[in-house]
């Protein structure tokens, strides 16, 4: 096989890239476009020595589970990967990507993986939006970087956004043939936008290298142009050319923070902040683990961001000790358990999780925990954290995470030291694209832990109220027996 050749094949897989698996004799293929159970014609346009890659000339043989994409700028922006495969099938797709990467990866092959948990509407969801500013021609553009490139697809609307910010985006992009809004985007790198579902108030920040003068004389005049805005902020100091914000942050116009509410808890973030982008998702991670709470527990929540988990946990009269490496998260985690009048609940400390659990006082508070909660980064945790959960015996591990490889890893590492894995729950945080929110419970086998297990999860809800529509999936939700093991 050249580059070059026209190849027909049919595909068997997909990737969470969004690239079809497909082969050529003894050669994989990878190919953006197609779907399983179609075949196509391609352009083979490199090789390497176990695969190649193609670009999709003509599909041949359609799936049944094909939809059409409704963004015109699906497969060029990176944003979605699986705008083409109808929703239900999305839904079912996930869940398999969590089963395979636990049994190839974690050597979980035995472990029941339940149905995806969806959204009533899977588009128009997220709550926050990072736009790219490119200052590579003369005016600049904004948009959102190419797949698998940094260069800028310039956009007018996005549809996966809520659409206040959606419409944002052609505002801007109006704005900057003005001066105000030449100014606000003269020295900016990126547009962080970020709203709250319960009250429709939104912030902004311009994201820049350093401090701007021009932004800040701008801000007032583009604070006026966007409907629902109640801020405009500078984030600068960035640790790298390509970050999204800065490590510094000023208000430049109205205030930096927006409120939220999701299950009666108050949130108040910045558009920077660690913050699931997805409320629905979030009340329905909370629906299941609130069966956890039969009486008050003691919690460590790792990765705490502002506190999202751990008022949850407070607010069912738990004791949670939050551990956060960003500094104005911390801040902003304090200023929501005040907001909510928990702050008897509620402890938060500052520092990089995985120095913390080498320290006496959250040593002690893992010895003393009957849960640890975990929402890693997408890269997971490291080997040292998982060691001081093993090593403190704490009876049962909650743990959220957004990628099935490095969960699965982790997984590994975590039941050979003695865990059981509970309930393996996928949750569909962000519809249309490859990405996977997997809740996972465990509990101790060893220790302490050996006593009576309470099946406080067992049952469930009624199912969700889906739209009388054929493009979303009209499936029960099922939820699964769930161990708590109490110490």
Not at 14 to 21: D, E, I, P, S, T
Not at 118 to 129: V, W
Not at 342 to 354: D, I, K, M, P, W
């Amino acid at each position: 096989m050249r580059v070059g050749d026209e190849v027909e094949l049919s595909f068997t897989d997909l990737l969470a890239n969004g690239q079809a698996v497909g082969r050529v004799g003894g050669l994989v293929v990878f190919c953006f476009g197609p779907l399983p159970e179609e075949r196509a014609r391609v352009a083979i346009e490199s090789v390497k020595p176990k695969y190649a890659v193609g670009k999709l000339l003509r599909l041949l043989e359609g799936s049944p589970h094909r939809a059409q994409p409704f963004c015109e700028a699906f497969g060029a922006c990176g944003g979605c990967q699986i705008q083409h495969l109808a929703y239900p099938e999305q839904l079912r797709w996930k869940a398999d990507m969590v089963r395979s990467a636990l049994a190839r990866i974690g050597g979980l092959s035995d472990v029941r993986v339940h149905p995806t948990v969806a959204m009533l509407n899977p588009r128009a969801y997220r709550n926050k939006m990072s736009l790219v500013v490119d200052h590579r021609y003369t005016t600049p553009t904004i948009g959102f970087y190419q797949a698998r490139s940094h260069d800028v697809v310039p956009i007018e609307r996005c549809p996966i956004v809520a659409p206040q910010l959606s419409e944002y985006i052609g505002r801007l992009n109006l704005a900057r043939m003005n001066a105000a809004g030449a100014g606000a985007l003269q020295d900016a790198r990126h547009v962080v936008a970020r709203i709250a579902q319960r009250t429709g108030e939104a912030v902004v920040t311009l994201t820049t290298l350093q401090p701007s003068q021009a932004a800040a004389d701008a801000a007032p005049t583009l604070l006026r142009a966007l409907p629902g805005a109640v801020g405009i902020t500078n984030s600068f100091d960035p640790s790298s050319a390509n970050a999204i914000v800065g490590h510094s942050q000023r208000v430049l116009a109205g205030r930096g923070a927006i409120d939220e509410s999701i299950a009666g808890i108050r949130y108040r973030v910045s558009a920077g902040s660690f913050f699931q982008v997805n409320v629905e998702i979030v009340e329905r991670i909370f629906a299941l683990l609130e069966r956890g709470f039969a009486r008050p527990r003691k919690i460590v929540d790792l990765y705490c961001g502002v506190g999202t988990f751990s008022l949850f946990f407070a607010r069912h009269g738990s004791e949670v000790l939050g551990i956060e490496e960003n500094a104005q998260a911390v801040a902003e985690a304090e200023v929501n358990a005040r907001l909510n009048a928990l702050e008897g609940g509620t402890r938060f400390l500052n520092a990089r999780v995985e120095d913390a659990v080498g320290t006496d006082v959250v040593r002690a508070a893992l010895d003393a925990a009957q849960i640890v909660f975990l929402d890693p980064p997408r890269k997971g945790s490291e080997a040292v954290v998982l060691a001081a959960i093993a090593s403190a015996q704490v009876p049962n591990v909650w743990y959220l995470s957004c990628d099935p490889a490095t969960l699965a890893r982790d997984l590994k590492v975590l039941t050979g030291a003695g865990y059981r894995v509970g309930l393996v729950q996928p949750f569909d945080m962000f519809p249309q694209t490859g990405h996977v929110e997997t809740l996972v419970t465990l509990y101790s086998e060893t220790g302490a832990a050996r006593s009576t297990v309470e099946a406080a999860f067992a049952g469930e809800p009624p199912p969700a109220a889906w739209p009388a529509d054929d493009r979303y999936a009209n499936d029960r939700l099922e939820y699964p027996d769930f161990v708590f093991r109490e110490d």
